[in-house]
């Protein structure tokens, strides 16, 4: 996995580069600062010499000290320069193939989860990038160039650090391996605990009413004891491949400091080699000290880089763009959908099986069918959200499959079940339908949709913010809103869901002119629940289980038709207002101002 | 400073611990700092040629402050986890007992997923105070104190330096950090929400979106989000980096001018020669001690704005209030009356009120029906009737006594509610159930989830009652969640029934099919049946015609369509489906 992120690095190359040789540098400056320190000290200590003589090295002294610093600053800046681009890359590819991946695959996973990947999981790949991998090289080459720098001063103490150097990590490894797993898994539990009492939190009102929430407060804090003990076994082991670390780095420092002094008592060694040496002994093992401290921040970024590989690597549902493209030419068009299959990823059962079809220019047919029979699988199909296991939809005898997804999607208007308005005025939430469009035909596709008198109600009217940040409309406000921007899209095949459910039968009759106008000089797909609409179409379709059981025109359909399509009509025709939340949160039973 | 001090009593009940962690932390600083200065000068006395066994003791010392500080350190972070660990649990069990008075509280579950859940990551973030910002701060204190203990032995000249330099660190450079970086915090809190909002916005709407062919509006936008949040974070990078190499530079610096101090004094043998390296390697090493302040600060501005939002959430005076002396509530056996007289309701004053002059009663063994559109104020009348909020004006009674002077749990225990949406615990099937009656034996429950029809849904899991559900397990469909609840109703097997809205996320035919199992818990159960969905209403004694928070009609359901109201009118409206003409 590692590898994988190596690979998307190249947008960071050269600052992360920088960042090492900054590293580097910084190296060397200590090196220089440390040699001038054991120089002063000498000339003063051992020489006796005064303030004046040491002047010079002093000053270079205080320039080195200046460098050093300075290279720090500019080694965090360059860091984070090199994570930043990293996170911007692998952020907008992400979301440009959950784009592709389509509604097909996001409405199988929770929204939630995937903008907190995007947003928050890729910004912890900043210590993975900015700190972990610059230090996995340097620990690697400033302990050399510190050997290789002490080696001419004194062969022993290079060779005894050369040797010790590579035993401290090893050691580290070998506890560790050994306490990773464990840690994991408390880890896990941590979380586990989070969620058990965001959980009980949420629960609040149910525990109340069931009269348990007391008792929960005495388990809250017999889950926290519990854990606590679990945890502080497993840390036991965790923390004591820092402190080998600790103890392993302190006692060589220690042991080099006593071999000095003994080859000092022997003049073995100068004072002032012998000084310089102690002083860069610790700065030998701190690279890896370093890499230690890190790799925890670290490992946790790349735990969420797992996830976001296996979204890039989730196949795409649409096939590949066709190198030429062609365009139908402007007219009704008819769609023909023969021996159409889908099978869901993952799942035994087709969706839909060998759906044949007709949808005849500029008519109205309506799907109906029980949740879970097919119809939003066909609708996908019919949008190219998807591409279909076997089986071809043409339209005016061109497969749409010759056409890229984008542009086939120009000549289709769908009308959602659920519109999403998207933060912006609602003059732009219309808009959307055609950018091009003046501010007349917008007003014009509002009052169409019957959409107006509700706007000009809104404190601002069109230029009105809303969406998830902005005004919240209900769900039947925003229906009307998607009724306008089919309207203003004005395309020949239109595809409504579901087009009045969140409406009260009022606001209902009220739009029924215009959605016929808008479903006239059209092929139209309208998939219903509502007898009402229904009573308008050409034809009626039935889909169950993923075929078609009965097709025919209105009048010709024969009482057990009836009776299936009542089955699937929906009774509750008081007023659906409660139901006009325009998001669907899961929240309590209690929530609703009701 | 006020929600510090009530910060800092949350970790008085662990002072001793905190007292031992502080001395293992100084330990441990100080065998660090022992040790390069024993080790200077075991350099430069072994240069000056003295006998082997002079410089025993500080090779002895060298040898063994390794494994001083390595245990020291080693004991001092368990103990400290320990004690964030213990803080945590406090801090979790303070929250819900200031809490749970207070739920269902408007605000708190209103906009609930997003506050919640910034709640409980804020009591998180807590435990932290301690290890990430008291702890740090009292060492730094304490090194700094023995440093300046140590040098005062060369010279207090030397000392006062020393401490001046510590603290120009230790203080000076998280405040220059925190006023440079002033509003940056906010700025990238901002950037971060505005690039969520985006990415969420895109993901939710992505049948919008590709409909209607906007994908590359959408790349855009992100990317213009994800541009400007680069912005500050670039800016903070550099006031970062400005700060690490503040520190380090202050930490040469001091030894820099300790040293060109200290050589005048070697010249006149103030201090003797064998101490220059020593001085030198002390101030280096003590500046361990403050290196871990800067982000201690930033931590404690965090802490604090989180705990300023626990406080005011916990804080929040709780709607209702159980009497000093609660009453126990008298079993009947003759059963219970729940009977609103004249009661008003407003959440909050100056609002219009929710419920206006309501009263009705609900007898023994009766089913009486609240319907009307929607906004009318009819689960409120549950919440009032649960005792969650009291009325304005007005009261409900039980048994002809006004419910407020009992005892609240044995209140709620005559109620049994199924409501709109049921929440299932990150818990076992089985668990879930337990919830209504701790006691039940596998009898009754086997014969509650008969009754609610889940026999067969329970059979197919593999694991049974004991498979997890919730959040985080088996996600259960919307019909599978209320038969839950009609479940725990059986379970519970209360007196009083209360459906609010049961049905009502239900698509027609889930609806359908829960309508037996309905149908049974309400058989001979006094019922309080709220919908707005007008099934079975030639079963109830009475209904009541809620409009805007008043009863506009009453009456049985052959007599209110006999007045060609509101009901009629609501009536026709829904049967109008079903006409084939």
Redesign the interface.
């Known amino acids: 996995m590692h590898k994988k992120l190596l690979a998307y690095i190249k947008a960071s190359r050269s600052m992360l580069a920088l960042t090492i040789v900054l590293g580097m540098l910084g190296a060397i400056a200590t090196i220089a600062?440390i040699a001038l320190?054991s120089e002063?000290?000498n000339a003063?200590?051992?020489l006796?010499r005064?303030?004046a003589q040491?002047l010079v090295p002093?000053a270079l002294?205080?320039g080195a000290?200046?460098l050093?610093?300075?290279l720090?600053?500019?080694?965090?800046?360059t860091?984070?320069?090199a994570a930043?681009r990293l996170?911007?890359s692998l952020?907008?590819r992400v979301?440009?193939h959950?784009?592709?991946l389509?509604?097909a695959w996001?409405s199988g996973e929770r929204?939630?989860e995937?903008?907190?990947v995007?947003?928050?999981g890729i910004?912890r790949l900043d210590a993975y990038i900015g700190r972990y991998l610059p230090q996995l090289v340097l620990s690697v080459v400033v302990p050399l160039l510190i050997i290789v720098v002490i080696l001419p001063v004194d062969w022993f103490s290079a060779v005894l650090l050369l040797f010790t150097g590579p035993v401290i990590p090893l050691l580290m490894a070998l506890v560790g391996s050994n306490t990773s797993k464990r840690t994991r898994a408390q880890w896990a539990t941590l979380s586990?605990m989070?969620?058990?009492?965001?959980?009980?939190?949420?629960?609040?009102?149910?525990?109340?009413?069931?009269?348990?929430?007391?008792a929960?407060?005495e388990r809250?804090?017999l889950i926290?004891?519990r854990?606590?003990d679990k945890?502080?076994q497993v840390?036991?082991y965790a923390?004591?491949s820092?402190?080998?670390l600790?103890?392993m780095?302190?006692?060589a420092?220690?042991?080099i400091?006593?071999m000095?002094?003994?080859r000092?008592?022997n003049?073995g060694i100068s004072?002032d080699s012998?000084?310089f040496i102690?002083?860069l002994t610790?700065e030998f093992y701190r690279p890896l000290q370093e890499l230690g401290v890190q790799r925890h921040a670290a490992m946790e970024g790349a735990a969420s880089a797992k996830r976001i590989f296996e979204i890039l690597e989730t196949p795409l549902a649409t096939g590949v763009e066709p190198a030429v493209e062609e365009s139908f030419p402007t007219g009704p068009i008819t769609i023909d959908i023969s021996a159409l299959s889908y099978t869901y990823p993952r799942k035994e059962q087709p969706a839909l099986d060998g759906v044949s079809l007709q949808l005849a220019a500029n008519t109205c047919t309506a799907l109906v069918g029980?949740?879970g029979a097919g119809k939003s699988t066909l609708v996908n199909l019919l949008?190219r959200?998807m591409d279909a296991t076997s089986g071809t939809i043409r339209a005016n005898g061109v497969p749409i499959t010759a056409l890229s997804?984008?542009r086939w999607?120009?000549y289709?208007?769908?009308v959602?079940q659920r519109?999403?308005?998207?933060?912006g005025t609602v003059r732009e939430n219309i808009r959307?339908?055609r950018p091009e469009a003046s501010d007349d035909e917008v007003t014009h596709a509002a009052t169409l949709a019957g959409v107006t008198a509700l706007i000009d109600e809104l404190p601002r009217g069109f230029d009105t913010q809303v969406?998830?940040?902005g005004m919240q409309l209900s769900a039947g406000q925003a229906q009307r809103v998607?009724i306008a921007?089919a309207i203003l899209?004005n395309t020949p095949i239109l595809i409504l869901d579901e087009p009045t459910s969140c409406l009260d039968?009022d606001s209902e009759a009220r739009i029924r002119q215009s959605l016929t106008s808008l479903m006239r000089d059209r092929t139209v797909l309208v998939i219903a629940?509502?007898?009402?609409t229904i009573a308008q179409a050409d034809r009626i379709v039935v889909l169950e289980d993923g075929r078609i059981v009965e097709a025919d025109t209105r009048d010709a359909l024969t009482l057990s038709a009836?009776a299936r399509l009542?089955?699937?009509?929906?009774?509750?025709?008081?007023?659906e207002?409660?139901?006009?939340r325009h998001?669907a949160?899961?929240?309590?039973?209690?929530?609703?101002?009701? | 400073m006020k929600t510090f001090t009530r910060l800092l009593a949350f970790l008085s009940p662990l002072r001793w611990r905190i007292a031992l962690a502080i001395l293992l932390g100084s330990v441990m600083l100080v065998s660090s700092i022992s040790l390069f200065g024993m080790a200077a000068y075991l350099i430069a006395a072994a240069a000056l040629g003295p006998l082997l066994v002079l410089l025993s003791i500080p090779i002895y010392l060298v040898q063994t402050m390794g494994i001083v500080r390595a245990t020291s350190r080693y004991v001092e972070r368990l103990v400290s986890h320990n004690t964030t660990l213990r803080l945590l649990a406090h801090l979790r069990v303070w929250a819900y007992k200031r809490i749970e008075p207070q739920a269902p509280a408007h605000l708190l579950v209103h906009r609930s997923g997003d506050l919640l859940a910034r709640l409980v990551a804020d009591i998180e973030d807590l435990q932290n105070v301690y290890l990430r910002v008291v702890s740090p701060m009292v060492v730094a204190l304490v090194i700094s104190l023995f440093t300046f203990g140590i040098f005062s032995i060369f010279s207090p000249e030397l000392a006062w330096v020393a401490l001046a330099f510590l603290a120009t660190a230790g203080l000076g450079v998280p405040c220059l950090s925190a006023w440079l970086s002033r509003g940056l915090g906010k700025q990238q809190v901002a950037a971060r929400a505005a690039l969520n909002t985006q990415v969420v916005d895109g993901l939710q709407g992505i049948q919008d979106v590709l409909a209607f062919g906007r994908s590359q509006a959408q790349l855009e936008g992100l990317a213009a989000c994800d541009r400007a949040l680069g912005r500050v974070q670039r800016r903070m990078a550099t006031i970062t980096g400005l700060q690490s190499a503040l520190g380090d530079l202050l930490m040469n610096t001091a030894m820099w001018v300790l040293i060109i101090l200290a050589i005048p004094m070697v010249a006149t043998r103030y201090i003797d020669g064998v101490y220059l390296g020593v001085i030198g390697l002390l101030i280096l090493a003590s500046f361990e001690a403050v290196q871990p302040l800067a982000p201690a600060f930033q931590g404690l501005g965090h802490s604090l704005t989180a705990a300023e939002r626990v406080f005011a959430v916990a804080d929040a005076p709780p709607p209702v209030v159980e009497s000093d002396t609660p009453q126990p509530v008298q079993v009947n056996p003759g059963g219970y009356t729940l009977s609103f007289e004249q009661v008003h309701f407003t959440y909050l004053p100056g609002e219009r009120e929710v419920l206006s002059d309501i009263s009705f009663e609900l007898r023994q063994g009766l089913r009486v029906a609240i319907v009307g559109p929607s906004g009318a104020g009819k689960s409120t009348l549950v919440r009032l009737a649960l005792r969650f909020r009291d009325p304005t004006s007005g009261i409900i009674c039980l048994n002809g006594q006004d419910i407020r002077p009992y005892n609240l749990r044995e209140l709620r225990e005559l109620v049994g509610v199924v409501a709109q949406d049921t929440y299932i615990f990150n818990d076992t099937l089985r668990a879930n159930l337990l919830l209504a009656r701790p006691q039940a034996g596998e009898a009754e429950i086997e014969a509650a989830v008969e009754q609610a029809q889940l026999t067969e849904f329970v059979r197919q899991l593999p694991q049974g009652l004991k498979t997890r559900v919730g959040e985080l397990g088996l996600q259960m469909s919307g019909g599978e969640r209320q038969r839950l609840a009609i479940a725990r109703a059986f379970l519970k097997n209360a007196p009083i029934l209360m459906l609010d809205e049961a049905t009502a996320n239900l698509d027609a035919l889930t609806e359908r099919a829960l309508l037996d199992a309905l149908d049974e818990l309400t058989l001979g159960r006094t019922t309080l049946h709220i919908t707005h969905r007008l099934l079975g209403m030639e079963r109830m004694h009475e209904i009541l015609v809620l409009e805007r928070g008043s009863i506009v009609e009453r009456g049985t359901h052959e007599e209110l369509l006999a007045v060609e109201g509101l009901y009629r009118q609501l009536f026709d409206v829904q049967q109008g489906v079903l006409t084939l003409s």
């Open positions: 600062q320190l002063i000290v003063v200590f051992l006796h005064g303030l040491v002093l002294l205080m000290l200046t050093r610093a300075s720090l600053w500019g080694r965090e800046v860091a984070q320069r930043i996170k911007s952020r907008e979301f440009a959950l784009l592709q389509g509604p996001s929204t939630g995937l903008a907190a995007i947003s928050e910004e586990l989070s969620a058990h009492f965001l959980d009980v939190m949420q629960g609040l009102t149910t525990l109340k009413v069931f009269g348990r929430s007391q929960q407060q809250i804090a926290s004891d854990f606590r945890t502080l840390l036991r923390f004591l820092g402190a080998v600790e103890f780095t302190l006692t420092i220690g042991v400091a006593t000095l002094g003994v000092l008592l003049n004072f012998a000084f102690l002083l610790p029980r949740s949008m959200f997804p984008h999607r120009e289709v208007a769908l959602p519109p999403y308005l998207f933060y959307l339908a969406g998830e940040q998607a921007r899209k039968p629940h509502r007898y009402n009836h009542l089955g699937t009509v929906s009774t509750s025709e008081v007023s207002g409660s139901i006009e998001t949160p899961h929240s309590s039973a209690y929530a609703s101002a009701d």
